[in-house]
Each structure stands twice: as structure tokens, then as C-alpha cells.
């Protein structure tokens, strides 16, 4: 399941996590989080079809918003993520992937909380299992 190899992945990144430690979580930030912190979520899996069939071979989506209390914080996170994912090939835990591509980057205050987030997304090339 490539989602549990990312998170291994991403997780096991000494870059990374010296800046967020083991705050990499599904979907939804905490309530009165600790910062700063990544949220990642699954935006489209497409899978690749050849005449015969299924080609064993998908290219997900997936969003990472990237959340401190600072821009420059929020972007030095989104910087280890992006030296992390970017044209990255190989084992991500017992996935075999061939590719990770910035797709797009973008930043979003959040005026309720205070705090501010850089949003990247990432194509992950891999063998579907």
C-alpha cells in the first residue's frame, strides 16, 4: 500500500523529521496543534490500462499541506519535503516506486488559526501491490 510507504518514507527522512518529528498526519491538523507539523491526504489515484489489461503501475496524487506558525517556517518544512520527494525513485517501506514529481506549491494562511501553511502536491509514479 503505497500510502503506508510514504508515510514510512517520510517519516524515517532525518531532514524532516527534525523539523516535525513524528507530526505527519491523515487528512485532517490536530485540534490546538503542535507545530509545525505536515498533513497529507490522497487527491486522485489514476492507474495505468494496456490492451491486456491492468498494467500494474499508478501515478497518485497527493497533497501535503505544510503547517507553522510562520511563513518561513511553513516554507523550510515544505523545502525538506520537497528534497525528499522530487524526483525521487525507489523503496518507500516495501513499495516500489519509480518517480515523485512537485506538481504544484501554493501558501494559505488560516485566519482562525493563526497559523499559515504551504500546500504542495506530488505525483508518486509506483508498482500498484
Not at 485540534?31 to 490500462?49: F, G, K, M, R, Y
Not at 525513485?89 to 519509480?98: D, I, L, R, S, V
Amino acid at each position: 500500500m503505497i500510502e503506508q510507504g510514504l508515510v514510512t518514507y517520510l517519516l524515517a527522512n532525518a531532514g524532516l523529521s527534525a523539523l516535525i518529528g513524528n507530526r505527519l498526519h491523515n487528512k485532517t491538523l490536530p485540534q490546538n496543534p503542535t507545530v509545525p507539523a505536515v498533513v497529507w491526504q490522497l487527491i486522485s489515484d489514476p492507474h495505468e490500462q494496456t490492451h491486456s489489461g491492468p498494467s500494474e503501475l499508478a501515478h497518485p496524487r497527493f497533497q501535503f499541506a505544510c503547517w507553522s506558525k510562520t511563513t518561513l517556517e511553513a516554507l523550510q518544512v515544505a523545502r525538506v519535503l520537497r528534497l525528499a520527494l522530487n524526483g525521487y525513485a525507489g523503496a518507500m517501506g516495501a513499495e516500489e516506486t519509480f518517480g515523485s514529481f512537485l506538481l504544484d506549491q501554493r501558501d494559505f494562511p488560516d485566519p482562525e488559526t493563526g497559523l499559515t501553511r504551504r500546500i504542495a502536491d506530488y505525483r508518486i509514479w509506483h508498482k500498484e501491490t
